[in-house]
């Protein structure tokens, strides 16, 4: 945390650096915090999107294929087996953006964290992640991105195991 401290804080400016010192500064920490945490939240929308196009894309597929139903066996095995590549490549895409956005939130909370130090309080970082039991318990709070990581995963597994039941029947 506190290499991202002696990142985060310009060491230039100054509670002192301003006419009103303190109360500005105060006021100056204060809006960079909301803008983060205003960041943090748009992050988490964009991500609740992507899963939503994607998990509507893979929807639409499966009942595409449960429309088409036995006629998949006439089709050629390249024909399958390229589907199922893109198919795969797909849920791939979606799970790396699902990281990416998991780990881009992680380090604006942690960012948000160390704004708190500046703060009276430490509403994220401390208390309501405290109050979650640190995601550890499952029953208490299961951290959404948990769960949303597997649901690609599913997916492709569910992809493969159809097209050997299609090729092997």
């Given at each position: 945390?506190?290499?991202?401290g002696d990142r985060?804080?310009n060491s230039g ?111 994220y970082s401390r ?43």
């Amino acid at each position: 945390m506190s290499n991202i401290g002696d990142r985060l804080w310009n060491s230039g400016v100054t509670a002192s650096s301003y006419s009103d010192a303190t109360e500005k500064y105060q006021a100056a920490v204060l809006e960079q915090y909301k803008l983060c945490v205003e960041m943090a939240d748009r992050i988490s929308a964009r991500r609740s999107l992507t899963n939503t196009f994607f998990l509507s894309l893979n929807s639409a597929v499966v009942a595409l294929l449960g429309a088409v139903g036995g006629r998949l066996g006439s089709l050629p095995v390249l024909t399958l087996t390229a589907g199922l590549i893109i198919l795969l490549g797909q849920c791939a895409a979606w799970y790396v953006i699902v990281r990416s956005y998991r780990q881009l939130n992680s380090a604006k909370f942690q960012v948000i964290s160390v704004f708190e130090e500046r703060l009276p309080a430490f509403a994220y970082s401390r208390a309501e992640w405290v109050a979650l039991g640190e995601g550890r318990d499952w029953r208490r709070y299961l951290p959404l991105t948990h769960v949303e990581q597997w649901v690609p995963l599913l997916f492709a597994v569910a992809y493969v195991l159809g097209l050997l039941a299609v090729t092997l029947s």
